[in-house]
């Protein structure tokens, strides 16, 4: 399994209660900070590529940022968009973790629970 890539803010009250989630349960995980080693375009079209609700799951829209480009996202184009998040990282919603297979954004225990038992497997096998 890829390493889980945890994307945080650190001032983030869900991304704090994640990290001490993983960390409670011995998972592992690579922390990026969101703002200052922020998602390449690509990667967000993969993290895009895993959601169920395409841009509305990961873009921040009651953000104060989003409210203040004051635009409509359905009229852009998805290049035009990813561009947008990727030179403003406080318009995703956080924290988002992936293993390149899975995404979880916000703070999810249920979810979170299905990776580290996903995790724990994956370690008693090899």
Known sequence: ????MFYSYPSCTSCRKTKHWLKAHNVTFH????????????????ILSLTTEGIDEILATRSQ?????NIDV????????????HQEPKLLRRPIITDGNKLIVGYNPQELSKVA???ELKKSVS
């Open 65 to 69: 940022t989003y409210k203040d480009l």
């Open 31 to 46: 922390e990026r900070h969101l703002f200052r080693d922020t998602p390449s375009i690509d990667e967000l079209k993969q």
């Open 1 to 4: 399994m890829k390493n889980l």
């Open 117 to 119: 038992r996903k995790q």
């Open 74 to 85: 359905n009229e852009l184009s998805l290049s035009e968009v990813l561009t947008l998040m």
